[in-house]
Nanobody, 120 residues
């Protein structure tokens, strides 16, 4: 019932920028945190940035100073502004939400993923 849908991925040259967006829908729920993860071919999924509800954002060391996460609590959305992109940023990016639907157990929900390719 709960769904997370990402958008904004694509092909960009090194040094370029992209903005990813994610919207949560599907009922009444409490959100504890939202964030972005990524997975490159042959690699493990890794945290990129996360924003706890009522807390400060956290970033992977590899993206600090280049990426910015933002949330719109009224619209249940989270964005990831990615600047100064590098080839090593190439991956499928997944939106994540730690939430509890009313009447159900709290757990992580995931979007379908959006491809980001950084190449000249």
């Amino acid at each position: 019932q709960v769904q997370l849908v990402e958008s904004g991925g694509g092909l960009v040259q090194p040094g370029g920028s992209l903005r990813l967006s994610c919207a949560v829908s599907g009922g009444i729920f409490s959100i504890y945190a939202m964030g972005w993860y990524r997975q490159a071919p042959g690699k493990e999924r890794e945290l990129v940035a996360t924003k706890p509800s009522g807390g400060s954002a956290n970033y992977a060391d590899s993206v600090k100073g280049r990426f910015t996460i933002s949330r719109d609590n009224a619209k249940n959305t989270v964005d990831l502004q990615m600047n100064s992109l590098k080839p090593e940023d190439t991956a499928v990016y997944y939106c994540n939400a730690d939430l509890m639907p009313t009447g159900w157990t709290r757990r992580d929900y995931w979007g379908q993923g959006t491809q980001v390719t950084v190449s000249s």
